[in-house]
């Protein structure tokens, strides 16, 4: 069930129109993602999140576009919208990523969530004494995929920063600074996947 109705191409006037076609131009005759379509029905976040998306999901930047795609789909897969996964598993797909290493972040997305969990519990308690106690969760998924540790981090990072969990968000950007990814890097990850969270939040809440 769809609460919001999306607006075709065909049917676009004025500024959703003048956007569908910059969107257009930017996807090279690849099929609109059909999030994009209901983003139309309000023209100030359709245009908001193209400008976004194309300079931070879309494009190279301080991190490559398989990068990018990569937390795309980490977004999308963290918050269930299906419709972004499956268009960034296509665009995995082209940019010469396997299915594999699509299996694989949705792997360590997991794994996050599940650290996630553990330590905003820990945070949240008030108390020492869980603080004093170790983990006791498996998480060999971090080190055990096809994708490199620096993908790993940036997924934990941005998952962990949608999530809420403050300590697993700064031990992480402690990590990815060790292995030598820029603080503008860092940056854009949060740009990418905060422009890919309000596209999954809209999706979400416009559909059952």
Same mark, same amino acid.
């Given at each position: 069930?769809?609460?919001?109705?999306?607006?075709?191409?065909?049917?676009?006037?004025?500024?959703?129109?003048?956007?569908?076609?910059?969107?257009?131009?930017?996807?090279?005759?690849?099929?609109?993602?059909?999030?994009?379509?209901?983003?139309?029905? %309000?023209? @100030?976040?359709? $245009?908001?999140?193209?400008?976004? #998306? /194309?300079?931070?999901?879309?494009?190279?930047?301080? +991190?490559?576009?398989?990068?990018?795609?990569?937390?795309?789909?980490?977004?999308?897969?963290?918050?269930?919208?299906?419709?972004?996964?499956?268009?960034?598993?296509?665009?995995?797909?082209?940019?010469?990523?396997?299915?594999?290493?699509?299996?694989?972040?949705?792997? %360590?997305? @997991?794994?996050? $969530?599940?650290?996630?969990?553990? #330590? /905003?519990?820990?945070?949240?308690?008030?108390?020492? +004494?869980?603080?004093?106690?170790?983990?006791?969760?498996?998480?060999?998924?971090?080190?055990?995929?096809?994708?490199?540790?620096?993908?790993?981090?940036?997924?934990?990072?941005?998952?962990?920063?949608?999530?809420?969990?403050?300590?697993?968000?700064?031990?992480?950007?402690?990590?990815?600074?060790?292995?030598?990814?820029?603080?503008?890097?860092?940056?854009?990850?949060?740009?990418?996947?905060?422009?890919?969270?309000?596209?999954?939040?809209?999706?979400?809440?416009?559909?059952?």
């Amino acid at each position: 069930m769809s609460r919001v109705s999306p607006v075709p191409v065909s049917a676009a006037t004025d500024k959703v129109a003048q956007t569908y076609e910059r969107i257009a131009e930017m996807l090279e005759g690849a099929p609109f993602p059909e999030p994009i379509l209901l983003y139309g029905r %309000v023209p @100030a976040f359709l $245009q908001d999140f193209y400008m976004n #998306f /194309k300079k931070f999901v879309w494009t190279d930047g301080h +991190l490559d576009v398989q990068a990018k795609a990569t937390l795309g789909l980490a977004v999308a897969a963290a918050m269930k919208a299906g419709a972004w996964v499956d268009f960034f598993t296509a665009r995995c797909a082209k940019l010469g990523l396997t299915e594999q290493y699509v299996a694989d972040v949705l792997a %360590v997305v @997991a794994s996050c $969530q599940m650290y996630n969990v553990f #330590f /905003k519990f820990r945070d949240l308690s008030g108390s020492e +004494l869980f603080s004093g106690m170790g983990v006791g969760l498996r998480a060999h998924t971090f080190a055990n995929t096809s994708l490199d540790a620096k993908q790993v981090e940036l997924i934990n990072i941005v998952i962990s920063d949608l999530n809420g969990c403050k300590p697993c968000t700064a031990g992480h950007i402690e990590k990815i600074r060790q292995l030598g990814v820029s603080d503008d890097a860092i940056l854009e990850s949060i740009q990418c996947g905060a422009t890919m969270a309000a596209g999954c939040s809209f999706l979400n809440s416009a559909t059952a």
